[in-house]
């Protein structure tokens, strides 16, 4: 790669990084503003959250039986038969810290991310969108905002949601399949998954609604050239938003407190 | 009066509009005829404040649009009303809901006045008691006529017209021209056609301007326009493939 195209590629990054500040700024001021879009706003808050809760509970569920049994073999293998109980804490602290909000990030940036960059995109290319200003409706209004807030707070309760299934198949997997004292297991949970690892996980959660949202709305809004445009602005969707959310999780990981008295 | 004043536009490297001067007449129709792809279209969504021109005012009543910005430019779109060349119809909402779309924003009335004036300009453009129809369950030619009744449902001052007649039967793309003379007569409207359709232009023009490389080559009334002595304007009015805008 040449020295000039590898300026161009420097260029065209930092431009679509201005786009998206631009218009995650221009989305913020119109929080503040009226009209508020509250039947678009129920309408995401729906799709957002309770047609996403299937797909989230099946991750959920998946993640935490694998995460429990790597866990059963880990301290099985290195710590010796009868401390897998112990494993419970750790099961539930990756689970809530790390596992289910990347899980949730990444599965809505696939169902919610990509319906929002196609809904929008069609809209802009058959003139929809063009067609509301005219109507009186400021598009960022009418359609990034709802949908803003909308992943905002329905990503972290997607998270909740996801901790509890995860936690639960956990234990099942532990003490059912594999016959861990029960007892034991639950407290040791109990004792040490602390409300911050929960909190942790939920805050991380709505910043990844928030990039999901910006992003869909973003490749919708900036799509051309017919279907296959819609297309590509989908795909686009899910491997940015995807790629933001896991850059975004270690950075939050880091900077993030450990606990709450810190 | 709308003046559109030096308007300069490009798409990258490509120039759209270069040097547009117009001046439209309160209550005229002006038709802009032009090849597909000479600027027709930029040159409405210019007008109504969709895009920006790169240079340029564009002067509604001596109201500047192109320096309007935000919730200023938003309000004063509500003069303006506007039929998209595939009437760009909300595909989630019901024609009712299409067409209320502007009156909940742009109006105070209620829910009884906004379903009777819905009615009514339904049955303006002759399609009565379509109120719960999806869009995907209408012809072409009655999704131009919603987008119509959308479009003229708040009551603008002006209309802008987007090629109405493309994509439809001549026989309802005549309803639509008829429609059009109706409108400025019972609602005395300012109206801009965009459309590369003669039989169109000389039916409902008052004026006729042809948009050729990016500016304005020729203005008149249908009559002066098919009397033009100018090549441009005669090559394009008769549809022929030889003259100066092909070069052979």
């Known amino acids: ?262 | 009066m709308i003046r559109i004043i030096d308007v300069h536009k490009s798409f990258g490297p490509k120039k759209v509009l270069n040097g547009v001067n117009l001046e439209i007449r309160t209550g005229e129709t002006m038709v802009i005829i032009g090849q597909s792809g000479s600027g027709k279209s930029v040159l409405l969504k210019l007008l109504i404040g969709i895009m920006k021109p790169d240079r340029g005012e564009i002067n509604v009543d001596g109201m500047n649009i192109t320096a309007l910005r935000g919730d200023e430019l938003l309000r004063a779109t509500r003069r303006f009303g506007m039929l998209f060349q595939a009437a760009a119809l909300f595909d989630s909402m019901t024609v009712a809901q299409n067409v209320a779309f502007g009156l909940e924003r742009y109006t105070d009335l209620g829910p009884d006045g906004i379903r009777t004036r819905v009615a009514d300009c339904l049955a303006k453009v002759g399609l009565s008691g379509i109120e719960g129809l999806m869009p995907h369950e209408l012809s072409g030619g009655m999704k131009k006529r919603v987008g119509l009744a959308r479009a003229i449902a708040y009551r603008p001052e002006i209309i802008l017209y987007d090629e109405p007649s493309t994509g439809i039967d001549p026989i309802r793309a005549d309803a639509i021209n008829e429609l059009i003379i109706l409108l400025k007569k019972e609602m005395t409207v300012t109206s801009v056609v965009i459309t590369h359709d003669m039989v169109s232009s000389y039916k409902v023009a008052d004026r006729i301007a042809l948009l050729y490389e990016g500016r304005i080559v020729e203005i008149g009334t249908p009559e002066a326009i098919k009397n033009s002595a100018n090549a441009v304007v005669q090559q394009f009015i008769h549809g022929r493939a030889q003259g100066p805008i092909t070069n052979w």
């Open chain 1, 1 to 262: 790669m040449g020295r000039d195209q590898r300026i161009s590629l420097l260029a065209e990054f930092f431009r679509q990084l201005g786009e998206v500040a631009l218009l995650s700024s221009r989305t913020f001021r119109n929080l503040f503003k009226r009209p508020w879009e509250k039947k678009i706003f129920l309408q995401q808050l729906e799709e957002i959250g309770v047609r996403t809760l299937p797909v989230i509970s099946l991750t959920a569920a998946f993640g935490g039986l694998v995460f429990a049994l790597q866990t059963y073999i880990g301290f099985h293998r290195y710590i010796g038969p009868g401390s897998e109980a112990y494993g419970g804490p750790i099961i539930s602290l990756g689970l809530t810290k790390e596992l289910i909000p990347i899980l949730v990030g990444l599965m809505a940036a696939g169902r919610v991310g990509s319906s929002m960059a196609a809904e929008i995109g069609t809209m802009k290319i058959t003139e929809q969108v063009d067609a509301l200003f005219t109507l009186g409706a400021d598009p960022n209004r009418y359609l990034v905002v709802p949908r803003t807030v909308a992943a905002f707070l329905m990503l972290p309760c997607l998270t909740l949601f996801g901790d509890i299934i995860g936690i639960i198949c956990g234990l099942i997997y532990n003490v059912v399949v594999m016959g861990v004292n029960g007892t034991v297991y639950l407290r040791n949970t109990l004792l040490y998954l602390e409300l911050w690892d929960v909190l942790t996980g939920v805050l991380k959660a709505g910043v990844f609604g928030v990039i999901i949202a910006v992003i869909g709305c973003w490749q919708g809004l900036k799509a051309e050239g017919g279907a296959e445009g819609v297309g590509r602005a989908t795909t686009r969707t899910v491997v940015i938003a995807s790629i933001s959310i896991l850059i975004s999780n270690f950075f939050l990981s880091k900077f993030l407190p450990g606990n709450l008295s810190l």
